[in-house]
């Protein structure tokens, strides 16, 4: 059997040192790149060959990366990457996956560091939502899991153990979520087994949740006999970053002993801003909450979040026993409950400890000040629109995301100024649709985003004859 590991390892160090060297000063030099450009088809077309069965020298790799790959990445780094709701990462988080790397540990169960660390983690994350220190949780590659793990609990506290093995049949559950919810709700639902149509999309007014519509909602359900288990609220919407009232939300949960959840994908780490918390009121009352560390807490990707308050609702909604997998009382196997037990994940990387130590490194006075900072910036383009005679605003600015478009610009106009910004490799905003009309999209998450860059945005999509 060969070893995949060298018997002299001085080339294979030579090139660690060089790659580490490349990738900092790729990051120190973000601004020297273009935000994003296109892989040229010959480039695409390599990555279609057949399975080597012989290997390749790993410099040779090295550099066949940094000829065909590094240049053609999604650009989140770079500080004029406003689309979506994409984090810029950290150096700190990139050394963290190397060391994670180097560790290898399967964070599923059994007793070591990883799983103290990603205890440490969510604990600190409870705390940051001002949940109570008993909370549990588990890492997860995005929202869009966290969301659906959470949705998996809920279903499991309505419906008992029995769910589990006889799986639904007719169960006249519905859950309630704003119509500006993430289109992850609506796919959890289906996960799930208990369909789309179960899912009530309420009207918004201003972009959050209509609290009396929900009310009403929840009434005629109840009186055709339907169980409502679930209320979705919204802190940060992905359209417009609006946040649903969760005190309201929480009251109504807790008359109906209806499960709390709170889509925070983003929004929710705004809870480290003192300024920003107020607005947030309520969260700390969620049964179970989705966040990413992965946006504004700027680590690098994946690093989803789930909390659930009750940690033993996540036991009894994945926990399985199997004799292979048995906990003990001492030894490695010891250490019970395991993240495998809490979700739905058995092999599961490290991903604990970059967020560890992107918290830990930086404080959370920093990403409290990147949350202000983020906010800043979309007010100040919010300005900038609100003085222009040729831009208008889309949509009210709640927390970093700003829709707004040429006036009287067509649908197709607004889709050619966002695809010439990107090809252009100048800005990289995104696009949604607000009332039915399109709008540019500016997600300002990155911690390297200045003002500069938000202005230097502002006039490139300003028609020519107003820069
Ligand atoms: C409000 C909201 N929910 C859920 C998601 C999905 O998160 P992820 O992309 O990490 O799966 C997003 C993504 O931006 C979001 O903004």
């Known amino acids: 059997m060969p070893s995949l590991d060298p018997t002299d390892w001085s080339d294979l160090r030579t090139l660690g040192h060089r790659m580490m060297d490349d990738m900092i000063d790729h990051l120190a030099n973000l601004r020297e790149n273009p935000v994003w450009q296109k892989m040229p088809g010959p480039v695409r077309d390599s990555f279609k060959n057949p399975l080597p069965a012989t290997g390749t ?24 990457f406003v689309g979506w ?22 964070c599923g169960g059994r007793d070591h560091s990883g799983i ?46 029995q769910v589990r093995q006889d799986g639904l049949a007719n169960t006249q559950l519905t859950a309630y979520a704003s119509a500006a919810a993430h289109r992850c709700i609506p796919g959890a639902m289906d996960m799930a087994g208990l369909g789309t149509a179960a899912l009530r999309l309420i009207p918004t007014a201003d972009h959050r949740i209509d609290i009396a519509k929900l009310q009403a909602a929840i009434g005629e359900d109840l009186a055709a006999g339907r169980k409502p288990f679930l209320i979705i609220g919204t802190a940060g919407s992905v359209d417009t970053g609006a ?34 918390k ?23 990707y994946d690093a989803g979040c789930v909390l659930i308050r009750d940690p033993g609702i996540a036991l009894a909604t994945f926990a399985q026993q199997t004799g292979y997998l048995a906990g003990a009382k001492r030894g490695l196997a010891a250490g019970e409950p395991w993240p495998c037990d809490l979700g739905p994940d058995l092999s599961r990387g490290f991903r604990a400890l ?10 959370t006075d920093a990403f409290a000040a990147i949350v202000d900072e983020t906010c800043r910036l979309a007010k100040h383009l919010e300005a900038i629109i609100n003085s222009s005679d040729s831009l208008e605003l889309a949509a009210p600015v709640s927390l970093n995301i700003v829709c707004f478009r040429r006036r009287n610009s067509t649908d197709a106009q607004t889709e050619s100024l966002v695809a010439d910004l990107q090809e252009a490799g100048a800005f990289a905003p995104s696009t949604t649709r607000i009332d039915g009309r399109l709008a540019i999209r500016a997600a300002i998450v990155n911690h390297r985003t200045t003002q500069a860059d938000i202005e230097a945005f502002a006039a490139a999509v300003l028609p020519a004859r107003e820069r």
């Not at 709701?85 to 399967?106: D, F, I, Q, T, Y």
């Not at 309201?248 to 300024?275: E, N, Q, R, Y």
């Not at 107020?278 to 690098?300: C, M, N, Y």
């Open 243 to 276: 946040i649903d009232d969760l005190t309201a939300l929480a009251d109504i949960a807790a008359a109906g002993k209806t499960w709390f959840h709170v889509d925070g994908a983003f929004g929710a780490l705004a809870a480290l801003s003192p300024a920003i």
């Open 278 to 300: 107020p607005r947030l009121a309520g969260l700390e009352r969620a049964d179970s909450i989705a966040f990413d560390f992965h946006k504004w807490a700027q680590v690098t």
């Open 57 to 80: 020298d790993p410099t040779t790799l090295y550099q066949t990366f940094t000829e065909t790959i590094q240049p053609y990445v999604t650009g989140n780094t770079h500080p004029r």
């Open 116 to 161: 103290a660390v990603e205890r440490q983690v969510i604990a600190l994350a409870a705390e940051i939502m001002g949940m109570p220190p008993a909370t549990g949780g588990v890492l997860l590659t995005g929202s869009s899991m966290a969301n659906f793990v959470a949705l998996l609990c809920a279903r499991r506290h309505a419906l008992g153990p």
């Open 354 to 363: 970059k967020i560890w130590m992107t918290l830990s490194a930086y404080g």
């Open 85 to 106: 709701v994409h984090g810029g990462g950290n150096p700190v988080s990139m050394l963290a996956e190397l060391l994670a790397g180097a560790m290898n540990a399967n």
